[in-house]
């Protein structure tokens, strides 16, 4: 009988060992099939996936960034704007080119006129020209602003995908542990059989979340390449940071202020309402007529006064089109630049207020969370393993404060993510770093 008992228990242990093998082989398979099909959706060619990383010891937050502002598509179409805005300043500062003719008769005339660009026409023209390359100059460091935050929050969702794996890493080996634990109880006879299914029910759970943890890094790092201009996806591309906290505080107190001198989308409105009254005293001064300078020439015969060449002078004048329409549209155009200003201006407060408070509640929670309680979570995890390996307290109560101890991790490290999000996103607000970060 006792034979039989053995025999019945030996059979269960093996069933169990294939469980957790056939667990183990299925995450394993699950987050290949994953992971390739994010290659997949992100346009990664087939030989993607065994390709050596570019960057070995792993990218820093300043490398990324440095990448980004070389390689960002975002980043280049601003650049192309300042390329495009230059170019029409040399058109605005052009000479006008001289008209050459001949005329048929008898005697036979030729002729060469220029447009006397004097005007204040031209003044005006070439200032609207000049501001407009100050605005989009403007516009290319609003766009560096941007794409920096963007690769600083990829950056650091990444870090945070990074440690919640390995969080989960760790709660999966903790839940095998007791498992393997649980194997040896029942070997021994301590604890029946049918106890093992809820520690295979949470190694199954353990391993899931694992597998979605890692496919979460993959795609937080497809994001931060796309963002630093990478054109093929690299699964093992790797990051050189950390999210350890360091207690920081604004150099200076008058932020918004500060913003208001240096955010790079409030000068390129400042700038677009200097150039669209430039645009407005352009429209006004085509009353004023360009004067046409003419030499005329001939060689057969002489003109009324004997000369064989004459001056002549001309202008269109102004009085069927007195370029009412250009007038008001260059009128409504000014109006339409200073609400635009006065809307960024606005907004400009919002974001400092809001960076700013953003900032101040996410130290405040790192600070909670680093006054004990991260200990406090150990020691009632280490007391619940101990009273177990006893049998003081059920599988649950050890189930239970692990996947606890798991959560509160994951909620630290996310606070962790979110304060470091808060500093630099302040200084995206802000416009100019307030921390020296960059040095």
Known sequence: MAGAKNALKTRRLGYTARRIRDHSRMTLALRSLLVAALACIAGAPRGVLAQTPSHPAGVSLREAIAAALLNNPDVLLA??????????????GALPNPT???????????SASIPLDITPARLYRGRAATLGVDASNADGRDARRQITFAVVRSFYDLLLAEKRRDLSSERRDAVHQVLVADSTRVRSGEIA????????????????????????????????????????ADTSFAVNGSLDYRGLQPKSDSLVAIALASRPDLQASLARVDQSHAAKQLTSSLLIPVPVLSYVRQYTAPFDNGRFSAIGLSFELPSLDLFGGQRSRASAAEESARLARRRIEIQVERDVAS??????????LVERYRGGLLDHVEESVKAA???????????????????SQQDVQVDYFTALHDYWLSVYGLNAAVGVDLFGLDG
Do not use: C, K, W
């Open 193 to 232: 059989s049918h106890n093992l299914a809820r520690s295979e029910v949470e190694m199954a759970r353990a391993d899931a979340d694992f597998a979605r943890a890692d496919v979460d890094v993959q795609s937080a790092r497809f994001t931060l390449e796309a963002l630093m201009g990478e054109r093929r």
């Open 355 to 364: 960076a700013l408070a953003e900032f101040r509640i996410q130290g405040a």
């Open 100 to 110: 050459l003719a001949t005329v048929p008769n008898s005697p036979f005339q030729y």
């Open 385 to 403: 393993r101990y009273a177990y390996a006893r049998g003081a307290t059920s599988l649950l109560d050890v189930l239970d404060a692990v996947r």
């Open 79 to 92: 650049r192309a704007a300042v390329d495009s805005a230059r170019a029409e300043r040399r058109i605005a």
